[in-house]
């Protein structure tokens, strides 16, 4: 009698255990399942500057219906679709006015951010404007800043995305090479200066993409898909230095965005 009601009880508890771990799951399946929600987050590789047809309602952000989150948004009917990615964002203008969106209900999080943190602007200002000794310079400093500060600012980011949308898949998209060495170029920089810039995008991408995986992200890399269209390839994906419109300058155009940026996302996502 003893050994039965023993047995019974032992029963009883697995069973107890078993319903409660299956209702947790179901739990959990059900709280994803529901989180069908897309934000795109950002600086100007996400919010499209350089592919043109810009938001009017977007101002200086200057969010583009040829996005790469637009595209994506426009072929999977999201539940919902926000587009905060702004022009010139740094890691603390994310934090600070980009992830209202965010929530239980958001499924998909993308973003590109960074590159103006590590001073992508001013480093292309240098090297266009001065000597290969002081781009080289400009882009050291700027991967020390790299090592030592953007992590963390990253980091930061990346805490306050997961805390906001605990269910959401997290892409972190990282950014192109410029140049295509021994290419069709014949004049503007070095081509010392042309491997020195491709060599900081591989580094700043490394760091961005180490940080992402360490926060359980899938980080996105573009460089393939944009390889044999940089500039100086003869069919770039990229704007060169556009004196008529500065802010273009280094930015995808509506081919980069669809057929660099659009690509991947669609597979990490």
Same mark, same amino acid.
């Given at each position: 009698?003893? %050994?039965?009601?023993?047995?019974?009880?032992?029963?009883?508890?697995?069973?107890?255990?078993?319903?409660?771990?299956?209702?947790?799951?179901?739990?959990?399946?059900? &709280? $994803?399942?529901?989180?069908?929600?897309?934000?795109?987050?950002?600086?100007?590789?996400?919010?499209?500057?350089?592919?043109?047809?810009?938001?009017?309602?977007?101002?200086?952000?200057?969010?583009?219906? #040829?996005?790469?989150?637009?595209?994506? =948004?426009?072929?999977?009917?999201?539940?919902?679709?926000?587009? *905060?990615?702004?022009?010139?964002?740094?890691?603390?203008?994310?934090?600070?006015? $980009?992830?209202?969106?965010?929530?239980?209900?958001?499924?998909?999080?993308? /973003?590109? /951010?960074?590159?103006?943190?590590?001073?992508? !602007?001013?480093? +292309?200002?240098?090297?266009?404007? $001065?000597? &290969?000794? =002081?781009?080289?310079?400009?882009?050291?400093?700027?991967?020390?800043?790299?090592?030592?500060?953007?992590?963390?600012?990253?980091?930061?980011?990346?805490?306050?995305?997961?805390?906001?949308?605990?269910?959401?898949?997290?892409?972190?998209?990282?950014?192109?090479?410029?140049? #295509?060495?021994?290419?069709?170029?014949? !004049?503007? +920089?070095?081509?010392?200066?042309?491997? !020195?810039?491709?060599? !900081?995008?591989?580094?700043?991408?490394? =760091?961005?993409?180490? %940080?992402?995986?360490?926060?359980?992200?899938?980080?996105?890399?573009?460089?393939? *898909?944009?390889?044999?269209? &940089?500039?100086?390839?003869?069919?770039?994906?990229?704007?060169?230095?556009?004196?008529?419109?500065?802010? &273009?300058?280094?930015?995808?155009?509506?081919?980069? $965005?669809?057929?660099?940026?659009?690509?991947?996302?669609?597979?990490?996502?």
């Amino acid at each position: 009698m003893r %050994r039965s009601r023993l047995t019974a009880y032992a029963t009883s508890l697995l069973l107890a255990a078993a319903f409660a771990l299956t209702g947790a799951t179901v739990a959990q399946a059900s &709280e $994803q399942s529901a989180a069908t929600g897309y934000v795109a987050l950002g600086d100007s590789y996400s919010s499209g500057v350089g592919a043109g047809s810009y938001i009017g309602s977007s101002g200086d952000c200057k969010r583009s219906t #040829k996005a790469y989150p637009h595209l994506w =948004a426009a072929a999977n009917s999201p539940s919902s679709f926000h587009f *905060t990615a702004c022009s010139g964002a740094r890691t603390g203008d994310v934090v600070a006015n $980009q992830l209202g969106p965010l929530g239980s209900g958001t499924g998909l999080v993308s /973003i590109t /951010i960074g590159g103006n943190d590590a001073g992508f !602007a001013d480093v +292309m200002t240098t090297c266009v404007l $001065q000597s &290969e000794s =002081a781009c080289v310079a400009r882009i050291n400093t700027a991967k020390a800043y790299v090592d030592s500060t953007l992590p963390g600012r990253l980091d930061s980011v990346y805490s306050a995305i997961s805390a906001k949308a605990p269910a959401a898949h997290v892409v972190v998209l990282g950014y192109p090479r410029f140049y #295509k060495l021994s290419g069709s170029c014949v !004049a503007g +920089m070095t081509e010392g200066e042309r491997s !020195a810039i491709n060599n !900081a995008a591989d580094y700043l991408n490394s =760091a961005i993409a180490k %940080r992402a995986a360490d926060h359980g992200f899938t980080f996105g890399d573009v460089v393939p *898909t944009f390889t044999g269209h &940089e500039i100086c390839s003869g069919s770039s994906w990229l704007h060169s230095v556009n004196w008529l419109n500065i802010g &273009e300058s280094y930015h995808p155009n509506a081919a980069g $965005q669809s057929g660099g940026y659009l690509p991947v996302l669609r597979s990490a996502a």
